[in-house]
């Protein structure tokens, strides 16, 4: 008996992955949610669009709204931003691929659209901005309320925020004040291109970084940036 030789097989293909589209997806109630290098304990409603690619492929969430108590928001795993606060209106995340965009990168694609109220654990996430104008530092804690307006990685026409805090840092090298006081950031529909910083201090002292050797100290200290 001639055996007939075996007739090789065509590799099989690598698939591209399905892609998952849920339109009007809906949660009510007590949530964890762990979108990416964004995780939160909260309690209300949520809605949005999901479109995500299996195999690594990009991801979106689309016309997202949000109605909800912040039990807290950690960003990039450790990073805990808030913690029993509010945030009632829109979200979204434009198409990214979470693996080409680890950790804070993935805030580059995130638009906000409403108004919130919620203690803030650290001042630090301002440097960014406060960088951009004359090479200040922030950091403290404190509260935060009002109208946020975030596309993209910039605060863009609309932001009205108002921090009041019981702890506070403003450094510009070699200068360090420290204290209690209020921070508004705004940008105006009249001047889209323009963030607007003021910092008011309470009561404050002003050190020199490298000694620590008080400078002065009193209260009424009024920053302006632009």
């Not at 009510?28 to 964004?38: A, E, F, M, T």
């Not at 990039?76 to 995340?93: A, I, Q, R, T």
């Not at 360090?176 to 002292?205: H, R």
């Amino acid at each position: 008996m001639t055996e007939s030789p075996a007739t090789p097989r065509k590799p099989r293909k690598e698939g591209t992955g399905w892609t998952i589209v849920v339109d009007d997806i809906r949660a009510q109630g007590s949530h964890d949610l762990w979108l990416y290098q964004i995780r939160g304990a909260l309690e209300g409603n949520v809605s949005g669009n999901v479109s995500i690619k299996t195999r690594g492929g990009p991801f979106s969430l689309s016309g997202g709204k949000a109605n909800v108590e912040l039990r807290s928001l950690t960003l990039n795993k450790d990073w805990e931003v808030s913690s029993d606060g509010s945030l009632k209106g829109g979200f979204e995340l434009a198409t990214f691929v979470p693996a080409e965009n680890p950790g804070l990168k993935t805030l580059g694609f995130l638009s906000v659209d409403a108004d919130l109220d919620a203690p803030v654990d650290s001042l630090e996430f301002l440097d960014f901005y406060l960088r951009r104008l004359h090479g200040l530092e922030v950091d403290g804690k404190g509260r935060m309320k009002g109208h946020l307006k975030y596309d993209k990685g910039n605060l863009v026409s609309g932001t009205q925020l108002a921090i009041s805090a019981d702890e506070l840092v403003l450094a510009a090298v070699p200068y360090e004040v420290t204290g209690t006081g209020e921070i508004d950031i705004a940008v105006k529909q009249e001047a889209p291109e323009t963030l607007n910083v003021g910092v008011l201090f309470g009561a404050l002292k002003a050190l020199h970084q490298d000694d620590r050797g008080l400078l002065f100290s009193g209260e009424g200290l009024a920053v302006e940036a632009q």
